[in-house]
């Protein structure tokens, strides 16, 4: 999943709009690009693996 976007600056909304696409479509990786800054800007998005936090926790 590549999502683009084109505001003055990401924040943790769009990191989370970004993870809901991942979990609604069933995948495991994406990329969020941001061409609205001076410089570009660019995430890794990766869905949260349950399993490993449930174990983390026991």
């Given at each position: 999943m590549v999502e683009l976007k084109a505001i003055i600056q990401l924040e943790d909304l769009h990191l989370a709009q970004a993870i809901n696409?991942?979990?609604?479509?069933?995948?495991?990786?994406?990329?969020?690009?941001?061409?609205g800054n001076t410089s570009l800007q660019f995430k890794r998005v990766m869905k949260p693996n349950k399993n490993h936090s449930q174990s983390k926790n026991q």
């Open positions: 696409y991942l979990e609604a479509y069933g995948l495991e990786i994406g990329l969020l690009i941001n061409f």
